[in-house]
């Protein structure tokens, strides 16, 4: 498969950057099924974001077995949000 550099939109800062078709053939390589949504400086804020201590934690019902449960994300109301447990099981599940 021949890869080609593409032009991407960060979806946290809005800026436009190249995926190149040397970044787009390590991510086939790896098994990696999505194009990044981050810009290289989004990527590395985030990354030091998420090393600055601990992340904010949201409770959350789980959309599989209906236990409260804590994720480190802000959840959305088009996406089911599972407990540790049932992830897991999704996951497995899936073959991920």
Same mark, same amino acid.
């Given at each position: ?5 593409? *032009?991407?939109?960060? !979806? ?11 970044? +787009?053939?390590? &991510?086939?390589?790896? =098994?990696?099924?999505?194009?990044? *949504? $981050?810009?290289?400086?989004? #990527?590395?804020? $985030?990354? #030091? +974001?998420?090393?600055? =201590?601990? $992340?904010?934690? &949201?409770?959350?019902?789980? %959309? %599989?077995?209906?236990?409260?449960? +804590? *994720?480190?994300?802000?959840? !959305?109301?088009?996406?089911? *949000? &599972?407990? !540790? ?5 999704? $996951?497995? &599940? !899936?073959?991920?």
């Amino acid at each position: 498969m021949e890869f080609k550099d593409k *032009v991407l939109t960060c !979806r946290d800062c809005g800026a436009e950057f190249i995926f190149t078709a040397g970044e +787009q053939e390590f &991510y086939a390589e790896k =098994g990696f099924e999505h194009e990044p *949504v $981050r810009c290289k400086d989004c #990527r590395a804020a $985030r990354k #030091r +974001q998420r090393n600055d =201590g601990p $992340r904010e934690m &949201y409770t959350v019902i789980c %959309s %599989s077995c209906g236990r409260e449960a +804590q *994720v480190p994300f802000k959840p !959305r109301e088009d996406r089911p *949000v &599972y407990c !540790r447990e049932c992830f897991e099981a999704h $996951r497995a &599940y !899936r073959g991920a």
